[in-house]
Every structure is written in structure tokens, then in C-alpha cells.
């Protein structure tokens, strides 16, 4: 019994250290990334007319997750503005134009590579975007 009970108390400590760990972790990201989450939802809010903060740490995990999956800046403005251009004026959906729905890992790659129709054609608004820089 006193072995099981040595046997707990170690594997407690080690959940602990990992937590520390993940935590550590975790706020080393908020800080690497600090200039990127709060650029993202200052460009959400003032698209939206909404008060999303940087704050909270859900808000935070979903940008760091998908800037460590190598998505831009750019990308998340491109998502931003395709849902508000289709969803701002619709009350059933507006209240989709928020961080979990907009950057979260199952929305995000789809939202970014759904066809929106240029001049009769359908092309992806990440390919149409970029073929404007071109133009530049």
C-alpha cells in the first residue's frame, strides 16, 4: 500500500511538471506571438463592430495554433473579410464573425479556400488575391 501510494504521488508530480511545462510553453507563444494575435482581432473587431479580446486565452490558442501551422496574417485577413462580406448583414450568421468559428483548425483551411466568383469565374480567394499583388 505504501508503494502504491509512492507510486501516486510520483506520477502526480510528474502530471504537475508537465502542466508547468505546457504552461510555460504556452506563454512563451502568447509572447513570441503578442504583435500578430493583437493585429488579428484589432482587424477582426473593426471589420465586425465587435469588442473580441486578447485577453482570453481560447482567443489567443486558436491564433498561436494556426500561425505555428504557418498560416500569415494575411490569411486570417482573408478569411475576416470573405465571412463579413457574406455573413455581416445576416442575422443568423453574424454571430458566427467571432474567433472560434472564424480561426478555429476545422474552419479555417476550408474558409480560406472556398471559391468566390470573379468576373463569372470561380477561383479560390487566396489565388485571386495573390494574382492582384501580382498586378502590382
Known amino acids: 500500500e505504501k508503494i502504491q501510494e509512492d507510486t501516486n504521488k510520483e506520477k502526480y508530480?510528474?502530471?504537475?511538471?508537465?502542466?508547468e511545462?505546457?504552461?510555460?510553453?504556452?506563454?512563451?507563444?502568447?509572447?513570441?506571438?503578442?504583435?500578430?494575435?493583437?493585429?488579428?482581432?484589432?482587424y477582426l473587431n473593426r471589420e465586425t463592430n465587435k469588442k473580441f479580446t486578447t485577453e482570453s486565452e481560447f482567443v489567443k490558442d486558436l491564433i498561436v495554433d494556426r500561425l505555428e501551422e504557418q498560416?500569415?496574417?494575411?490569411?486570417?485577413?482573408i478569411i475576416i473579410n470573405n465571412k463579413v462580406k457574406e455573413w455581416i448583414n445576416n442575422k443568423e450568421f453574424n454571430k458566427n464573425l467571432r474567433p472560434g468559428t472564424?480561426?478555429?483548425?476545422?474552419?479555417?483551411?476550408?474558409?480560406?479556400?472556398?471559391?468566390v466568383g470573379f468576373e463569372g469565374?470561380?477561383?479560390?480567394?487566396?489565388?485571386?488575391v495573390l494574382m492582384e499583388m501580382d498586378d502590382d
Open 13 to 19: 508530480k510528474e502530471i504537475k511538471i508537465e502542466k
Open 21 to 42: 511545462i505546457e504552461v510555460n510553453t504556452r506563454e512563451q507563444l502568447y509572447n513570441k506571438y503578442s504583435k500578430q494575435i493583437n493585429e488579428i482581432i484589432d
Open 121 to 128: 469565374s470561380s477561383r479560390s480567394l487566396l489565388d485571386s
Open 102 to 115: 472564424l480561426f478555429s483548425k476545422n474552419n479555417f483551411v476550408r474558409y480560406l479556400n472556398e471559391s
Open 71 to 77: 498560416h500569415t496574417i494575411d490569411e486570417f485577413k
